[in-house]
């Protein structure tokens, strides 16, 4: 099993759409997480933190559930330019070191 | 404010044959990292430094070695190429010790490395 899972999608959606992904993760010590967005062809940047009480960036609001293990990310009123794929990361802290964990992704393609 | 910049953006190798990959930062951040993306799946972690003088393997470190030359700087040397590290490589950075735990910061990228090995 993956540390990290992601529905790999394609979600296929058009304008004005509300998209949900969801993302688990297997280690109960897991610190921090956050989504990425990854464009075609470009780097990985960062779109938010996740925070266990749950946040909102305009569109865009994330969920903790620690008791299940799992991470969502809502994406209301879809824009063409929400097309991207979009990367669940989760961060392990311990004594001495860490590791980030990267989901493969969610490839998201918004329809005019 | 040029971030994370990596060199160069596209190289093809031949078997056998070895380069060095460049990165630079320019946040003053303590902890920088190398990363490989295949199709399919999550990037994998091939090396870090949590700050200058300092490197620790990651999940794939075989066939790959590294070099902190300096804060700003974090190269990956592939001294002999395989096809199997075919790939897509990417630079990163991040300010660590928040919250007194490493790694709970983001990451910033470089805009990768496309490397085909032959």
């Known amino acids: 099993r993956k540390e990290v899972e992601q529905d790999p999608g394609p979600f296929n959606v058009p304008e004005g759409a509300t998209v949900a992904f969801n993302c688990t993760y297997s280690?109960?010590?897991?610190?921090?997480f956050f989504w990425y967005r990854q464009d075609c062809r470009k780097e990985p940047k960062l779109l938010m933190s996740v925070y266990s009480s749950g946040n909102e960036d305009g569109r865009f609001t994330a969920q903790l559930n620690r008791a299940s293990q799992y991470i969502s990310l809502l994406i209301r009123d879809s824009k063409l330019s929400d097309s991207a794929t979009y990367l669940c990361?989760?961060?392990?802290?311990?004594?001495?070191?860490?590791?980030?964990?990267f989901g493969a992704g969610t490839r998201l393609f918004v329809k005019a | 404010n040029a971030g994370v910049t990596q060199t160069p953006k596209f190289q093809v190798l031949k078997t056998g044959q070895s380069m060095t990959l460049q990165c630079a930062q320019d946040m003053n951040h303590n902890s920088m990292y190398w990363y490989r993306q295949d199709p399919g799946m999550g990037l994998r972690l091939i090396y870090y430094s949590a700050s200058e003088g300092t490197t620790d393997k990651g999940e794939v470190p075989n066939g790959y070695n590294v070099s902190r030359l300096n804060k700003r700087e974090f190269s990956l040397r592939l001294e002999s190429a395989a096809p199997s590290q075919t790939s897509v490589y990417f630079c990163?950075?991040?300010?660590?010790?928040?919250?007194?735990?490493?790694?709970?910061?983001?990451?910033?990228f470089g805009n990768g490395t496309r490397l085909t090995v032959t």
């Open positions: 280690n109960s010590a897991s610190q921090s």
């Open positions: 990361v989760v961060n392990s802290g311990f004594t001495g070191g860490f590791k980030t964990i």
């Open positions: 990163a950075s991040s300010q660590d010790l928040e919250n007194g735990l490493r790694g709970n910061s983001p990451l910033h």
